[in-house]
């Protein structure tokens, strides 16, 4: 027994190296930087997907409106590079030169005074990580302490989702409005409009987000992961066992919302505009379907799951632009339906058993009596969930 | 005595929609002590031990646990003030080891940064070792807790309270769904750690009852009608009129 979780997690091990050599070297030796470019958005949406195992496939925790992070971070990103976009020399056509032109268009003359730290680019890193985890943290005090969970947390974050991108609208001088802030050129002077820029910026991407991946399997190989499980079984069991079960699940959203935030960042980084359109209740909802899809139990499960969901998409919408909707929504159910695990499930049940046996095979069987040692060696063997 | 009661109830009420399911109740528990709670269906049994542990709020009364008031207390403040409280079907988590579940349940890294950065350090791993010998699952610590028979399971509850090393220890129906050979052995398990601790136990089963309780107390429409050894309860007429008659 003791001896197959080892197994089980040098399987899931595998799986990251797996993922590494997928987005790091099979991706960019394969496809041109047009490709690799659509790749790379693709995975800013798996940031996503990875906090969707954590909040939702670990914890129970649905939220619908984990596009409002992804946002946020897609935001203060498209600021500060706005901000860089709009000097006074290529805005001199401007009634006020020197401001985002849509503020020009609306007649606003002078910088909000919320855009102004985004001048820096030390500050609109920090912001990206700071502001989804506060704003996080505010909704998860008010919902956690009030016990407000399940079915009715999941319209409130949907509500947020609608909410923030009904404001971004209608503050159009503010915001940008409904066409987001576009005409983005440069980070400190480096274009990001370049072929070169384009392949630096996906390796960062890639690396940040497997970044994302170990750290999700890190935290839920910890009792905090053991916890966010048993809470989604018995919260009540939890809550007598004397934990304060609204700080787990509050510091559970928000490190959800901070990988969401940078996968926004990453995504304004490398498409070049960030807009209202991925913060509503659709896109907001189609991560869901990336993460089903995946295996809502398995972090690169998660990736792939988005990565097949959007591949897919863009296949569906270039052949049959009228049904593609359908057809993804049909794919959702179908998921649900046959493989409730999803990808990670397909392949823990057809094909680990395969990987497992030929392991087993290649070490042969040096220990293979260590019967007294078998339970310590399973309770210290905490990390085989992922 | 010198010493403050363990659990000491006074004048405690609870009302739902009008409905009082525990009425004006005084109730003391020593130190030590197994207390059998018996009585009807809905005589507020399970309610009683809700109010105590914090689930359901109180409308009147005081719950003092030796000298802190438990009505105004939060749940998981409850719990580490050394309460523990085992739920009527068995609360496990299925999805994750007998040690697993135990280990979670060790009092330590309690706060969420705390759990993040928890060890599992040898003190931890003993103690799980300590209780699984307790409850009688030493063997099947590595299995799935879903795994468990029914009985087990039940057992498997009561460890994890018992790795909290509480100083009151509530039991909702633990035998409820065991076989005869499993109810002996938890009698002789509460027998055993009912010997540094406070113990509450619900049960029907009076043969079980009378193996394990060292007073007994019945509920009726959520007061107290008899209290006393399980000799003097069992032959009041009022328990035998609304309990053990029919």
Not at chain 1, 29 to 52: C, D, E, H, Q, W
Not at chain 1, 228 to 233: C, D, K, M, P
Not at chain 1, 359 to 385: C, F, I, W, Y
């Amino acid at each position: 027994m003791s001896h197959l979780t080892k197994k089980l997690g040098k399987a899931d091990l595998l799986g990251v190296v797996v993922l590494s050599a997928v987005i790091l070297v099979l991706f960019p030796s394969v496809f041109g930087i047009f490709r690799l470019n659509l790749i790379g958005k693709y995975l800013t949406y798996a940031f996503v997907g990875v906090s969707l195992v954590l909040l939702w496939g670990n914890g129970g925790i649905l939220s619908l409106g984990q596009g409002v992070f992804f946002g946020l971070g897609g935001y203060c990103m498209a600021m500060f590079l706005k901000l860089e976009a709009s000097d006074p020399i290529a805005t001199k056509i401007q009634t006020t030169p020197g401001i985002p032109d849509f503020m020009d268009w609306n007649q606003i003359v002078k910088l909000p005074l919320f855009w102004l730290p985004f001048k820096s680019l030390t500050f609109t890193i920090i912001a990206i990580l700071v502001v989804p985890a506060l704003f996080a943290f505010l909704i998860g005090v008010a919902m956690f302490k009030r016990r407000v969970g399940g079915v009715y947390f999941a319209i409130i974050t949907q509500a947020v989702a609608l909410i923030l991108s009904v404001l971004i609208v209608g503050q159009q001088g503010l915001t940008g409005g409904i066409n987001g802030i576009t005409d983005l050129k440069t980070m400190h002077g480096w274009d990001i409009r370049s072929d070169s820029a384009k392949y630096i910026l996906y390796y960062v991407n890639g690396a940040l987000l497997i970044g994302c991946v170990v750290f999700t399997r890190w935290v839920l190989s910890t009792k905090f992961g053991m916890l966010l499980l048993a809470l989604r079984e018995k919260e009540d069991r939890v809550r007598f066992s004397g934990y304060d079960v609204a700080n787990f699940k509050t510091l559970a959203f928000c490190m959800s919302a901070v990988m969401c935030a940078i996968g926004g960042a990453m995504f304004t980084l490398q498409v070049g505009f960030m807009s209202p359109s991925f913060v509503g209740i659709t896109p907001s909802i189609e991560m869901v379907i990336y993460t089903a899809v995946g295996g809502r139990m398995s972090v690169v499960g998660a990736v792939f799951g988005t990565l097949l969901v959007n591949f897919a998409k863009t296949f569906f919408s270039e052949e049959y632009p009228d049904l593609w909707l359908f057809l993804m929504g049909a794919t959702f159910i179908a998921v649900v339906l046959l493989f409730p695990d999803g990808l990670a499930g397909l392949y823990d049940r057809y094909g680990k058993p395969f990987v497992l046996r030929r392991a087993a095979r290649a070490h042969s069987k040096p220990k293979a009596t260590e019967p007294n040692v078998a339970v310590a060696t399973a309770l210290e063997s905490g990390g085989k969930h992922g | 005595m010198a010493e403050f009661e363990m659990l000491t109830i006074q004048g405690l009420g609870v009302s739902f929609d009008g409905f009082k399911a525990v009425d004006d109740l005084n109730f003391i528990v020593d130190r030590n002590e197994l207390r059998v709670v018996i009585g009807p269906n809905g005589a507020g049994k399970t309610t009683l031990l809700d109010l105590i542990c914090g689930k359901t709020k109180s409308t009147s009364g005081s719950i003092m646990f030796k000298t802190m008031d438990l009505t105004q207390m939060k749940e998981h403040d409850i719990v580490r003030a050394g309460v523990g409280r085992k739920f009527q079907t068995p609360s496990i988590y299925e999805n994750l080891s007998v040690s697993e579940n135990l280990e979670v349940s060790f009092p330590r890294g309690r706060s969420a940064f705390g759990a993040l950065f928890f060890k599992r350090a040898a003190d931890v791993i003993d103690r799980v070792h300590k209780v699984a010998e307790e409850v009688m699952l030493l063997e099947k610590l590595d299995h799935q807790a879903a795994l468990l028979s029914h009985g087990q399971k039940q057992w498997l509850e009561i460890g994890m309270l018992l790795m909290q090393d509480p100083e009151l220890l509530m039991l909702d129906e633990p035998v409820a769904g065991m076989t005869v050979n499993e109810r002996e052995q938890t009698a002789e398990l509460l027998n055993r750690i009912s010997k540094n601790r406070s113990v509450i136990v619900i049960e029907h089963d009076m043969e079980f009852v009378r193996k394990i309780a060292h007073k007994v107390t019945v509920l009726h429409q959520g007061k107290v009608i008899a209290e006393g050894s399980m000799d003097k309860v069992t032959a009041d007429p009022r328990v035998i009129e609304v309990y053990l008659g029919h």
